[in-house]
């Protein structure tokens, strides 16, 4: 097989100038947010005492999920020697680092006191699971890192499948702790579950091919590259795969959920009652993320459109936002059972489905978290040769996949 | 024997009685007030028993509190702080009414203070459990965290703080159980107010002292903690409920 | 080569000298208000001036560990004492204008974050602790 050329786009037309600038335009935009959130305080926002953590979590997490998610591409390559997916492991780990480069500013500036960002590098409680996600999210950085030197040095080749094993263990454990800040939670119902971490672990598969999947066809469309079909229906597959697995994780968290006589309540809130979360829940996360990209993707090859590819990917992208707002939002919507048996009022909310709704200093800061990562990938790629020149039909190894 | 054993055993003895009443004596000395120049000892454990059959309609505890602490609020009920609340609860199948005081339990083992990721929140060696306001960044994890919902954040710029409680904005807070007031040897607020103006339904003390009334009437009388499923050991316990 | 390295050097030397003249003496513009120390209350302070000046940020570091993690409340070292102390007879703090705090740490654009969350007003009948 001829060695992969790799180039870096041109980025000097009027259109590119003009994404960047919308980027820009978001971007400062969010900034704006989290400088009326730091200033006020956050009483401007929807978050209460009751709902803590709202929409710039849901961006954050969503973020830092698809970020580790998006080095999978570059872990089959390297790991398991898939050589189909080798030209695209550049990509991969720069969307990597990208996307959570994003969650984690989204997640720094919404802190109550942003400006004790250095407390937080120096002042650990090893006993907190979100003090090792410190450490994980600041190493991965690292990690990936050194893991696209080993691509991008010709003479650290050889060491990349090392490398790249490295960077595969560490974003297992860094989505396993991502998704246990909320397993961890012994005290609420939504929450209190060993299969949390698992499922996080899957919704980064998903989200983070399907953001990868979409940035690649962009990339190529705009750049003037060809995006064959062996590709692209390769990455489709599995996508399509992770959605499934997806699908058969929250199945099997809300069946067992409902074996459970005291977690009824909390399940019939969410499957049934909940008003905008059940909604959410079955359009949103069920049949907007998980069944409707399935159907379109798991269709026969050949009569499968390349559009069908990008939709699908668009769909699991906002069912997957649809699921994080179902699980943050509701999970601390639904009041927390401290007397079992008894109707509760008190003046805190206790008792009582807590209300919230997304204010626009946070939808800002989110949206900004997410155009942040899109314009320092669109930045990155113009100065560095992450995309291959070329991803024709011809030009890629199919066999060994 | 000869005289140097015989010497070497009688000042072993003398030191293993010394090690052997030395706590005993520690003891003694705390359950009078701590000089500002001692430490919080481990020897101590402060907690509240919180009869409710004594509780009415009656918000005393939490005026005082508001008063001593300084959390007056802005009158913005989802996001102005409490620290203490009275919770009214009515049985599902009965209709049996009854409300409680609840604030922060100061568990043995708090989750809070398991997930806080800088040790911001913390529990003090005489088992209370505070936030240091120096280090919290305001992540707002222990408040997802508290199986009570006892913490509250900080949603606005505070001004015109009492002295000896200290709160500012972007940190999160809870009750301290007066630490301040019982650093000088009082009674928490809440306490206080209640025994003076209220049904008298909530006893403060020291839960490792066996002269305390505290001691005495968790040893002789029933008392819960809520959600003991989730062997927190709590510092305040409640009869009557 | 050489002759842009020397024009360079004569430029430098040339501002520099400007630079140094401009700050000399009364005349420069004052931007920022230089520091007021009033020290109102005659008794000394808990620590000699030139080690306060020093250390004082230190020591309100350790203290601050010290009370607030093992409850040791020495009521010389409490910030409480230091603002009952130092506090502007007229305003009762010490911030705002020509307050005891504010009027260095402005000066020295050290941004201080203890009065966020601390009063810095006088409690009024409180004994002040010195030495």
Redesign the interface.
Known sequence: MASIQYREIDGRSGAFYALLGALGILILAGLGGAWTMEHQGHYVTGMSNRIVWGMPHVFAIFLIVAASGALNVASIASVFGRDLYKPLARLSGLLALTLLTGGLAVLVLDLGRSDRLIVAMTHYNFKSIFAWNIFLYTGFFAVVALYLWTMFERRMNGYSKPAGLFAFLWRLVLTTGTGSIFGFLVAREPYNSALLAPLFIVMSFSFGLAIFVLVLMAACRWSGRVLGDVVLSRLGNLLGVFVATVLYFVAVYHLTNLYVARQHEVERFILLDGGAYTALFWLGQVLLGSLVPLALLLGRVSSRSRWAVGLAALCVIAGGLAQLYVTIIGGQAYPQLMFPDKYVASSFFDGVVAAYAPSLPEVALGAGGVALALALTAVALKVLPFLPHSLADGDVNPTAA | MNPERREFLGWGVAAAAGAALAPGLRLIELVQA?S?????SALQRWGLLIDITKCADCEVCVTACREENGWTGQGRTATDPQWIRKVNLRDKRTGYAQTLPLMCQHCEHPPCVDVCPTGAS?K???GIV?V???ICIGCRYCVMACPYGARSFVHET?S?????V??????VESCTLC?HRV?RGETPACVEACNRDGGKAMVFGDLNDSSAEIHHRLRTEPSSQVRPDLALNTGVRYQGL | MGQMVRLAGAVLAVMLTVAGFADAGESRAQRVALPVVKIEKGAACVAPTEEMRRDHSEMLLHQ?ERT????????RFSL?NC?DCHASRETGSVLGKEGFCSSCHSYAAVSIDCF????P?R?SGAAVVSR
């Open positions: 701590r500002p120049q001692e430490a919080a913390f003090r060696d005489d505070l240091d306001k120096h505070v015109g703080q009492k002295a000896d200290p709160r500012g904005k972007g940190t630490v650093d | 601050r607030v993690h093992q409850g040791l409340r020495e009521p409480k603002v966020e969350c601390h009063t007003l409690q």
